[in-house]
């Protein structure tokens, strides 16, 4: 379905990540690959881990607090939180409620949103109605993941995936500015590719799942190459027709994380000069529903960012979920 929206923009971002570092070289130790394929497959040479005691409305609470600031706004002129992960704290509540509770967010409504890697973009596209249609100002959308707890440091897929959480704040914009289109996608063929099997309604927690480790997740890293480099294009050249522009009129892709491989095959399938394309994974590896508001925040302060630069969002995740989104910057 398409969808226009042009008066939300981003007025202020935030992040952070654990402060402890693990290096592909201490994996390479103890698992069945190295540091050289590693990099040269994956692009990445370090994750950030959270600590025992860090849960994922930890690093989530202060990259809101810091976003929160950067738009210089206060707590309290938040008044929806849309929480994008696949590492809730627990079941129930939702993690946006305990971030809520956190931040002290007393005027808010906050719920969470389940699409993994796609989770922020999706995030993004429900604050966007919310501010489009006019019952909300200011909205805080926040990803955040801990993916080294539901992670089996035993097989050679614990490589990809960090921890982190990144923030953006949502506000009203003018015709001319903010977001232009979204197109976001699910096929749910793609429900076992990458997986976490239990713990759910499915396969409840009991001693078989615990015994064969279960509640750590599951991915067949052949399939999201493939569905990646297939469904990342389609989605980008749909919202690109949906706004009128072309690819040479996009100045910076901000995607999600998922590989080098993945995003330089993506960046040669659309004509995008690959110095276009944003990426921190050599630094905080596969951070899921955190990525894109994490490199969203770097790439701002780094002055990359100008005002009237077209930017364009892409990200795929488990399900299949994936989509687009292109805004002008305010």
């Not at 009129?249 to 276009?276: C, G, M, W, Y």
Request: hydrophobic share 45%; aromatic share 8%; proline share 3%.
């Amino acid at each position: 379905m398409k969808q226009i929206v042009r008066n939300a923009k981003i007025i202020g971002t935030g992040m952070c990540v654990p402060e402890t570092v693990l290096t592909n070289a201490e994996l390479a130790s103890r698992l069945q690959t190295t540091d050289e394929w590693i990099r040269q497959n994956l692009g990445i040479k370090e994750r950030r881990i959270s600590s025992a005691e860090q849960a994922t409305s930890d690093l989530a609470a202060q990259a809101a607090l810091d976003a929160i600031e950067d738009a210089g706004l206060k707590v309290a002129d938040i008044e929806l939180i849309i929480l994008a992960t696949a590492t809730p704290d627990r079941l129930a509540p939702s993690t946006a409620a305990i971030v809520h509770d956190k931040i002290g967010a007393v005027n808010a409504a906050a719920f969470d949103i389940s699409a993994v890697c796609s989770g922020f973009l999706f995030a993004m596209s429900v604050a966007s109605q919310y501010i489009a249609s006019g019952v909300y100002n200011n909205v805080l959308v926040i990803g955040a993941d801990t993916f080294s707890k539901i992670t089996d440091w035993t097989r050679r897929d614990a490589v990809f995936f960090g921890d982190g959480a990144g923030a953006a704040i949502l506000s009203a914009a003018c015709e001319q500015t903010g977001f232009l289109a979204y197109r976001l996608y699910t096929d749910g063929k793609g429900k076992f590719e990458f997986t976490i099997p239990g713990g759910g309604s499915e396969s409840p927690t009991n001693h078989n799942t615990l015994e064969q480790n279960l509640h750590t997740f599951r991915m067949n890293g052949r399939a999201v190459y493939e569905t990646a480099t297939e469904v990342l294009p389609k989605a980008i050249w749909q919202v690109l027709e949906d706004a009128g522009m072309t690819i040479e009129n996009i100045d910076l892709l901000i995607p999600h994380q998922p590989s080098v491989r993945i995003l330089q095959k993506t960046a040669e399938l659309i004509n995008l000069p690959f110095e276009k394309v944003m990426t921190n994974m050599d630094r905080y590896a596969n951070t899921s529903g955190a990525t894109i508001p994490i490199i969203l925040h770097e790439t701002l302060k780094a002055g990359k960012i100008h005002s009237g630069s077209t930017i364009l969002f892409a990200a795929v995740g488990s399900g299949w979920t994936y989509g687009a989104a292109l805004i002008k910057w305010a």
